[in-house]
Structure formats: structure tokens, C-alpha cells
């Protein structure tokens, strides 16, 4: 479902794709809103219930650049789409620890089009 630099990652639990829309905005002498769109990016909200240590790794290695080229289904073309992206802020709950391996769970983190 989503390629970071050319790698599959696992099918997150969650996917939203939001559209975002960046505008410089002022009223005029009338009231009138005036707006000049700059440009329109995604960000792709992503979240998994669980992963394996392996995944959540791999994961993470990712997104840990500063910016990565994301592959991705665009529900506005209704096609694959690839862009540069960076990931917003990372977090990684413990489900448990067993015998010395922790599981876990709850992931979530956001990657924001460049």
C-alpha cells in the first residue's frame, strides 16, 4: 500500500490522506476575502494496532531522514502517487515484555508532503 524510498512497509491499521490547501489570505477594503492558494500538499496519517519488533525497525529507519520519497494510493486521482516527504513526530506504545522481548503497540506518526 505505501513504498518508502522504493521499500514496502507493512499495511498500516489506519490510513487517512488529507489535503491541504496553502493559502495566503487577507481581507480588502470591502471585507472581501481575498485568498491566493500557494500550493496544495498531503499528509498521509498513519497508525498501526500492532508490529513486530522487525517491523517497527524497519519503520522507523524509514521515516528517520529528513526528507524520503513516499509511494502512495491518492484518493483524489484515485492512483499511485509518489512525493518527498518528512515524518512528523513518532510514538511507539509497550504492549508488554516477555522473556526479554518487548511487543508493541499503538503507532502512529504523520508523513508531511514537502
Do not use: C, H
Not at 39 to 58: H, V
Amino acid at each position: 500500500m505505501i513504498k518508502i524510498d522504493g521499500v514496502e512497509i507493512p499495511t498500516p491499521t489506519t490510513y487517512v490522506v488529507g489535503i491541504e490547501d496553502l493559502s495566503n489570505a487577507e481581507r480588502n477594503a470591502k471585507g472581501d476575502i481575498i485568498i491566493d492558494r500557494i500550493g496544495t500538499k498531503r499528509k498521509i496519517e498513519l497508525s498501526w494496532n500492532y508490529l513486530s519488533r522487525e517491523d517497527l525497525a524497519l519503520v522507523l529507519q524509514k521515516v528517520a531522514p529528513v526528507f524520503f520519497q513516499v509511494e502512495y494510493i491518492d484518493p483524489q486521482t484515485n492512483s499511485k502517487r509518489v512525493g518527498t516527504f518528512y515524518s512528523g513526530g513518532r510514538t511507539a506504545a509497550a504492549l508488554d515484555y516477555r522473556n526479554g522481548v518487548i511487543r508493541y503497540k499503538d503507532i502512529k506518526f504523520n508523513l508531511i508532503e514537502r
